[in-house]
């Protein structure tokens, strides 16, 4: 993409350093529990000048890979819709945005919505953001059945169809492979939550995959790659 500047090549690594720091960076698509939107601001500073590939493990909103916009990425999750939503915003943005444009922000609507199981990935995209996008606080949370169970959160104002942002987005996803599941073992950078901690209320924001008794399992994968003071 014309936007995007490359590093001089790093001896250390045989990818081409991949780092791209926009200034008015993108704004995510999706707002996530644990988002570092606020926070990319003082966490950016301590991104390496250059680097080969960006990974991050816990993808969710992806506020900081949006601000940096790297060349290539692996991005993971664990909630195996997320990933498939990213898919669909990477390959079919105009699909996506032809299909939220139909969608109305009312509360009938979005529990007809919420009740709705659509085939197709690209449907399934949409219904993901839209929940996302009008659910009460901005909360992803499933049931015991594996439901999405948050309510309407009456926010009439917003239109679920941000085309520019899908299309910003799509753009920077471009270079990135996506994977659902566990954590990926392979990246040169790895962004960490220091503060990480998992609340009750909160056990099945990724249908219950991860919690803290996985945490050594971070910390050794951390070690093994000499990632970090761990």
Not at 3 to 9: E, F, G, K, L
Not at 99 to 110: C, D, I, P
Not at 122 to 133: G, N, P, S, W
């Amino acid at each position: 993409m014309n936007d995007r500047v490359q590093n001089a090549p790093n001896a250390k690594s045989k990818e081409t350093p991949a780092i791209q720091v926009d200034p008015r960076g993108v704004q995510p698509l999706l707002k996530w529990p644990g988002g570092k939107r606020a926070l990319v601001g003082s966490i950016l500073p301590s991104v390496p000048k250059e680097f080969g590939r960006y990974f991050e493990p816990f993808l969710g909103g992806g506020a900081l890979f949006f601000a940096i916009s790297p060349l290539r990425a692996t991005l993971s999750d664990a909630n195996a819709d997320l990933i498939e939503t990213y898919k669909v915003v990477r390959d079919r943005p105009n699909e996506l945005i032809q299909l939220l444009r139909k969608l109305h922000n009312s509360k009938n609507q979005y529990y007809k919505i919420r009740a709705n199981r659509p085939e197709g990935p690209t449907e399934r995209a949409a219904r993901f953001i839209y929940l996302c996008t009008l659910a009460f606080n901005g909360i992803h949370r499933y049931n015991l059945k594996g439901e999405f169970n948050v309510p309407y959160g009456f926010k009439t104002h917003i239109d679920v169809c941000d085309e520019e942002r899908i299309i910003a987005c799509s753009a920077r996803l471009k270079g990135s492979s996506l994977v659902a599941g566990d954590l990926a073992e392979h990246g040169q950078v790895v962004r960490l939550h220091r503060w990480m901690r998992v609340f009750t209320n909160h056990y099945w924001i990724a249908s219950g995959r991860w919690n803290l008794h996985k945490a050594p399992k971070l910390v050794r994968f951390c070690r093994s790659r000499r990632i970090g003071n761990l």
